[in-house]
């Protein structure tokens, strides 16, 4: 790598560094705003909001990255073009491939960045918020429910305890039980206490009754226990595959062969869907970086109105991903559509790569003239 590619490989990478921290720190702060209930409603202390914004992140950098690192290759370009580096160097014969081969280098960087996100961090990350789901659930009764309090953590759920011991044991707990309108249960019990299988929880009662109502017409059935075990996440409605996890949860062995998934059988669009944008997505910061040199790559001078080119850059990135984020929904009912996902970069990868062949740049207010004076020629006809 000569001096000039190492120059540019540096100042390009140190722009994605920074614009990815920025983008994922505007991310992690929107999450974050939007969980702060786990700690003012359900009881949990800071580190566990911090722990779930932070595990949501990787499910957002593989889209992330690419973006940062498109707007890294327009910002370069433009910062050589507006030092006439880009000027100089065309003048002593060098081409467009001399900026293209460390942003190329780049991109690949970032393709193998985003495909290990995609098939390692991301199932990582979202298996451990999983898990903290779960400890939420199981910190729910210890927690949140005060003595001599009624406490309703969802629509249809109703939990009072008259004291809770130092030893954390539930005393006098009432549990009413009516999110499932074909059958209303009321647990009542002397005594309660949380109790950890694993990664399952269980609400262990002593000493009481449920109360369970089948039909709004008949009389309701009475049990008798001495003792009693609920499963905690009972305390969330929820259909059989939820128990089951999600193909964005599963490594790609997990997604080729999910066996007797439920979640499979319900949706197996959805796995197919996953599996290929998994493989899709590392195509998008290369198709990206030639899109900014066939934008911006060309030398161009102080009279030459480089923004538009910039604006046309980022829009045709922009385009580009939200195509391939709609082809993905696409999938998911039409499996024919797969190839699309492989056919938006690759794409817009030859058309760029023709542009920068052909020495053209494409102009952005031909693009909108092109567009809109048809539209003004109708209205006056």
Partial sequence: MTIFSRYVFRQAAGAVLLILLSLAGVVWIAIALRQLNVVTSQGQDAWTLIAMTTLALPNLIAIIAPFALLIAALHTLNRLNTDSELIVLTAAGATVWTVA?????????????VALVNHVGMPWSLRMLREYVVQMRTDLLTQVIQPGRFNSPEQGLTFHIRERALNGELQGLIMHDTRDPKQSQSYLAENGLIVKDGKTAYLIMTHGHILRRPDAKEPAQII??????VDLERFESKTAADNDLRPRERYYDELVNPGNSPSFKEEPGKFLAELHERFANPLYPIAFVLIALATAGQAQSTRQNRNQRLIFGFMSGLGCRATGLAL???VVVNPGAVPLLYGIPILASIVSLAIMASGTQPNLSRVFAGVLLPLRQRRAA
Avoid: C, H, Q, W
């Fill in 224 to 229: 008798v226990f001495d003792k009693y075990a």
């Fill in 328 to 330: 993905t929904n696409l």
């Fill in 101 to 113: 081969r460390p942003l190329i280098a780049l991109a690949v960087i970032v393709s193998m960045g």
